[in-house]
């Protein structure tokens, strides 16, 4: 029997072989930034038009000094006060509803594409996943802002700042929370991979625990590899427009170089995406069922199939 071929290896090659999948993802995340983008924008404008201290932001700006920036904008934070909670919690659930409705529309149509041939779960546990998934993320970065508001009063509640004690408070629960996000988003990730027609969302979600369950090492160290990948893109992306922004003359040419340098991220995060998903589902192939769906790529699947042969 020959070696199975790297599941890495074969959700990159399962990409590229079908490129509508990638299309499709850029077409439904980039509509939502969009949309999320101009539900921030608007939000921003109605709450910053009438404040006069905005008057000061080009001077501010052009001045490149850190604590001036800062002072700016704790400035704007006290004058807005309760509006921008308000307004943040609101913005918050609106663009948590435009990301599930979708997200659940184009992972429906993505994972049927991977799974060709296979009953894919149904649209509307689909939707249940992203709902929770959006929902979840929300609930989770509210926590953790709640949580290092409560940490920073404390730390601030003496003569001076305690930054010892801040750091003390903060890091157990920025890892717990963000440990927990991690964990249960990427569950419910592969709930809308491996859950099958007929199946409802507590169903799927079974079915994904169950999956990797059978080869925990090899899905998280895949998921390990992604996420390295991912994060290593993130920081050549943030280094460029670091090392720029003093270098760049008008804030117009520095806003245009960031749009630029953010497309390419996600659309390069994008792709990294969809090939993991694939690598997963190459990955569940080697332990399914007899008579059970096969969990593999379309275009891998005759890869698949030979190696069995052989």
Known sequence: MNKPPNPITQGLRAISRDPLIFMLEILWRWVFGLLACLLVFATGAMLLGPLPIMKRWPDVWNSHDPQMLGAFFVGIVFRLGNKLIIAAVAVSIAIALVWAILSGLGRNI????????????RFRSIMAVQFLRGYLTLICVMSLIAAVVVEIKIATNGSKPDLVMFYIMAMPSILLIGGFWLVTNWYLTLASIFGRDGQSFAGAFRQARQTVAKQFS?????????????????????????????????????????????????????????????????????????????????????????????
């Open 110 to 121: 993505i994972v049927k594409r991977l799974r060709s041939g296979v009953t894919s779960l």
């Open 218 to 310: 090899d899905f998280a160290g895949t998921g390990f590899v992604f996420l390295l990948l991912r994060f290593v893109l993130l920081l050549v992306a943030l280094t460029i427009c670091g090392l720029s922004s003093r270098s760049v003359g008008s804030q117009q040419t520095y806003f245009t170089l960031v749009v630029v340098v953010a497309a390419v991220y996600f659309a390069v995060s994008d792709y990294l995406h969809m090939a993991r998903m694939a690598s997963y589902l190459a990955l569940a192939a080697a332990h399914v069922e007899p008579g059970g769906p096969k969990l593999v790529v379309s275009s891998t699947s005759q890869t698949a199939e030979n190696s069995t042969a052989h």
